[in-house]
Structures are given as C-alpha cells and as structure tokens.
T-cell receptor, first 112, second 113 residues
C-alpha cells in the first residue's frame, strides 16, 4: 500500500525551464493538495482539489498550474521556473476536504 | 483571513524534560489537527480534536482543544530523542474556503541526549 507517491524525488532545473511534478494516491481519496515548504515558512498551500473535476488556488498559486487528471492523480506544473520556486514540494490527499491529510515523501526542487 | 499561529518557533530540551507547543487561531475551528515532521521527512498526521475542551493522549503526548475552539496545545512528557522534529497544528478554513487546512508555521523540537 503505497499511499501518496510523488515523482521525481529530486530535480535541478535552469531558470525558464518547465517541469511537471507528479502525484498519485491509491487510497480512493477525494481531496488532493500541493504545498511548498521553505525554511521558517511552514507549509504553504499552492493549489488544491476538493474533489475530482475541481481545482482552486491556495495561498501561493502564482507561477504554477495544476491538473486533476482523475481521482488518483494531481499534477503540478511550473511553466517557466524561477529561482524563487526552489523549495520542497509536498503532495497530500485526504478522504474529504478538511479531514486528516496523508503526505507524499516530497520533491526537492532546485532552480539555478 | 484566518491565521493559525504557533509558539514557540523553536524549543531545545534535555532528554527527559517536558515540552509544550501552543496553537492559536484567529477564528473558531470545527476541528484541529496535529502533525509531526521528522528532519528530512514529510508531515505525518498525529491526531484530530473536534470537541470543545477535548483532551486526548497518545502515550507520552497529550493534546488539548480549548473551550472556545480557538486554541490547542501539545504536551510531551519526558522527551526522548525520537521526539525530535517539527510539530504543526492545522485548522480548516482560511482564504475564504472551508475546503482546505491552514497550517501553523510549526515548532521545531530538538532534544539533547
């Protein structure tokens, strides 16, 4: 039982490159989330999907897009990476909105 | 908008000492959740409190939800090195939506053996 799987685990990009972070959950959860974590800033919500077919902006959506491909998968895209997007990205899911969340192992992304 | 604040930001203790972190919300919460993140790891759900004044225990960890459902605390008795990590509280709402959680910035606990 894998839970929440994120790929890749590490990535280095150059400024201006594009990239899609993948997330899949096998728990039949309705809600999925993307966070970024920076030192001293806690977890900041980028985008979320309360249920299949819906997506909404979180606290820091600028520079990102998301796709809820199906109930299992929720991807995060950086169209033109910037050094300010260097961070650790976590995907999470929950049975329904506001219920306890299960997190993936994270993607450590560096943009040069 | 809703804010969730945690204090202290950092706490260093000697092994065997007690530890407490506090969480305060600017709005009344329907529930509060606590998570632990080990260094280099991902947040892991610990517990959810729903009722006003609720107290729950998990071995050496005691969680409380305030009577007004705007504050919460996590107390660890006799810390061990395995308790090292960042403890986050989170409450539903924020940014005009009830479909997401707002996390506090966390309290980083370090334990000197």
């Amino acid at each position: 039982n894998a839970g929440v799987t994120q790929t890749p685990k590490f990535q280095v990009l150059k400024t201006g490159q594009s990239m899609t972070l993948q997330c899949a959950q096998d728990m039949n959860h309705n809600s999925m989330y993307w966070y970024r974590q920076d030192p001293g800033m806690g977890l900041r919500l980028i985008y979320y999907s309360a249920s299949e077919g819906t997506t909404d902006k979180g606290e820091v959506p600028n520079g990102y897009n998301v796709s809820r491909l199906n109930k299992r998968e929720f991807s995060l895209r950086l169209e033109s990476a910037a050094p300010s997007q260097t961070s650790v990205y976590f995907c999470a899911s929950s049975p329904r909105a506001n219920q306890p969340q299960h997190f993936g192992d994270g993607t450590r992304l560096s943009i040069l | 908008g809703q804010q969730v604040m945690q204090i202290p930001q950092y706490q260093h203790v000697q092994e065997g000492e007690d530890f407490t972190t506090y969480c305060n919300s600017s709005t009344t919460l329907s529930n509060i959740q606590w998570y632990k993140q080990r260094p280099g790891g991902h947040p892991v759900f610990l517990i959810q409190l729903v009722k006003s004044g609720e107290v729950k225990k998990q071995k050496r960890l005691t969680f409380q939800f305030g009577e007004a459902k705007k504050n919460s605390s996590l107390h660890i008795t006799a810390t061990q090195t395995t308790d090292v990590g960042t403890y986050f509280c989170a409450g539903p709402g924020g940014g005009g939506s009830n479909y997401k959680l707002t996390f506090g910035k966390g309290t980083l606990l370090t334990v000197n053996p």
